[in-house]
Nanobody, 114 residues
Framework: VQLQASGGGLVQPGGSLRLSCTAS????????MGWYRQAPGKQRELVAS???????YYSNSVKGRFTISRENAKITVYLQMNSLKPEDTAIYYC?????????WGRGTQVTVSS
């Protein structure tokens, strides 16, 4: 079972994107879900997470610009990304937090460039 992220693309600096990730009910229910990213030459990092009750965490690099949310009925987690910067360029993945290696999918590419 993998978690598939979607919604990435090419956007200009200052632009916005919304990423989506749909999981099976057994993975999603009651779980803390997270969005991660991996830029070229860097380690994968957690950028945001959300508990089943809606409590959120953001890394300092995205705080105030990104918003994580979830729709439990749709077993979907979202990442709204605003005021995007070139340094946000990366492959974005969703997974539980802490991450389960077997759930890594291919991710979705986000490129911020003029």
């Amino acid at each position: 079972v993998q978690l598939q992220a979607s919604g990435g693309g090419l956007v200009q600096p200052g632009g916005s994107l919304r990423l989506s990730c749909t999981a099976s009910g057994s993975i999603f229910s009651g779980s803390v879900m997270g969005w991660y990213r991996q830029a070229p030459g860097k380690q994968r990092e957690l950028v945001a997470s959300i508990t089943s009750g809606g409590s959120t965490y953001y890394s300092n690099s995205v705080k105030g610009r990104f918003t994580i949310s979830r729709e439990n009925a749709k077993i979907t987690v979202y990442l709204q990304m605003n005021s995007l910067k070139p340094e946000d360029t990366a492959i974005y993945y969703c997974n539980k937090n802490p991450a389960y290696p077997k759930f890594w999918g291919r991710g979705t590419q986000v490129t911020v460039s003029s």
